[in-house]
């Protein structure tokens, strides 16, 4: 079965702290694909990245970076030098070709940066 | 540039009460379209995905329906609605052209009371 887990619901930091979201999934197949999407108070989803399974490369873009480990199935997110525009509720997912493209979303979790 | 359009932003109903929701993509032709319902401290739900026109496909049993009655239109309706309905409801879009990413809409939200 294909699943995503974050188990961080809410985080909570102090502006200027580092802070690693966690993404686990699972999934049979050996193509597949994982984003990264940020939820601003406004509601929409906003695309962060997008990583395949092929790729295990570390990206790093200005803040923000994110490792991909096959061995352990996990895609993790780590802000550094939080910043108040952070907050929001970030969202890990898991692609999967089953017709169309559908994305398996964790529970996402709610990062609250703080003054 | 592509752009996705959803409306209303947001709309509160009766119980009982039918429901239109609209979804409009510009900038690009033939796209994969989705709806997903996230309710209140939850994750997303697919609840349908469309790969063209008068294509639907359901994922989750439930009151409500879509459909795609122009390519780069998708319509999310229920003859009635029910309490349970209440969320956010975002439209999403891709192109079908192998694993691509998907983009969301604005979102609509529903409170059924």
């Known amino acids: 079965a294909q699943k995503v887990t974050q188990a961080q619901t809410e985080i909570s930091v102090v502006e200027k702290e580092d802070v690693t979201l966690d993404c686990v999934y699972e999934?049979?197949?050996?193509?597949?694909?994982l984003f990264w999407y940020k939820q601003p108070p406004s509601g929409e989803l906003v695309f962060l990245i997008r990583?395949?399974?092929?790729?295990?490369q570390n990206e790093i873009s200005g803040r923000y970076s994110w490792n991909f480990q096959k061995s352990t199935s996990s895609f993790n997110f780590t802000i550094t030098a939080s910043q108040v525009v952070d907050s929001a509720v970030y969202f890990c997912?898991?692609?999967?070709?089953?017709?169309?493209?559908?994305?398996?979303f964790g529970q996402g979790t709610r990062l609250t940066i703080n003054p | 540039s592509q752009t996705i359009h959803q409306w209303p932003a947001t709309l509160v109903q009766p119980v009982g009460s039918p429901l239109s929701l609209e979804c409009t993509v510009e900038g690009t032709s033939n796209p994969n379209l989705y709806w997903y319902r996230q309710a209140a401290g939850r994750g997303l739900q697919l609840l349908f995905y469309?790969?063209?026109?008068?294509?639907i496909s359901s994922e989750v049993p439930q009151n409500l329906s879509a459909s795609r009655p122009q390519d780069r239109q998708f319509i999310l309706s229920s003859k009635k609605l029910l309490l349970s309905d209440s969320g956010f409801y975002l439209c999403?879009?891709?192109?079908?052209?192998?694993?691509?990413?998907?983009?969301f809409g604005p979102g609509t939200r529903l409170t059924v009371l």
């Open positions: 469309s790969v063209g026109i008068g294509q």
């Open positions: 997912a898991l692609h999967i070709i089953q017709g169309a493209q559908k994305l398996v």
């Open positions: 999403a879009w891709d192109l079908q052209r192998g694993t691509d990413t998907q983009y």
């Open positions: 999934t049979r197949d050996t193509t597949y694909y």
């Open positions: 990583r395949n399974s092929f790729d295990e």
